[in-house]
Nanobody
Framework: QVQLKESGGGLVQAGGSLRLSCAGSGRTFTTYGMGWFRQAPGKEREFVAAINWSGGSTLYADSVKGRFTISRGNDKNSVYLQMNSLKPEDTAVYYC???????????????WGQGTQVTVSS
C-alpha cells in the first residue's frame, strides 16, 4: 500500500518553530518531486513548498519564502519542512504530496498524506 505519512504538527506560539516530516512507504519516491500544501478552514488547499527528486531545486510560496525550508532525506523517500517565525496565518492542516513533476498546484501530485494540524497562537 502506497502511503505518505506526516508528523510533527502541533501548537506553537507566534514566532516559534516546527519541523514537519513526511515518510513515504509502499513504493519508492526517489524519482518523484515532493511538496507541502496547506488548507485552512473554509479555504482552498494552497501550495507551500516543493522540492525535486534530487533536492537540487526548490519552490516556495511567497508567503513562506525566507521562513520555511524544504529538504529531502538521504533516502530520498522522505521530505521535511522546517518552519520558522511562524505566524497565526500559518495555521492549517499541512499535507505532504508526491508527484512526477515539480508543480505548485495539487493536480501535479498523485500521492497525498492524511495531513497534520499546525496551530499558531498569537
Amino acid at each position: 500500500q502506497v502511503q505518505l505519512k506526516e508528523s510533527g504538527g502541533g501548537l506553537v506560539q507566534a514566532g516559534g518553530s516546527l519541523r514537519l516530516s513526511c515518510a513515504g512507504s509502499g513504493r519508492t519516491f526517489t524519482t518523484y518531486g515532493m511538496g507541502w500544501f496547506r488548507q485552512a478552514p473554509g479555504k482552498e488547499r494552497e501550495f507551500v513548498a516543493a522540492i525535486n527528486w534530487s533536492g537540487g531545486s526548490t519552490l516556495y510560496a511567497d508567503s513562506v519564502k525566507g521562513r520555511f525550508t524544504i529538504s529531502r532525506g538521504n533516502d530520498k523517500n522522505s521530505v521535511y519542512l522546517q518552519m520558522n517565525s511562524l505566524k497565526p496565518e500559518d495555521t492549517a492542516v499541512y499535507y505532504c504530496a508526491a508527484g512526477r513533476v515539480l508543480g505548485v498546484t495539487p493536480v501535479s501530485y498523485g500521492y497525498w498524506g492524511q495531513g497534520t494540524q499546525v496551530t499558531v497562537s498569537s
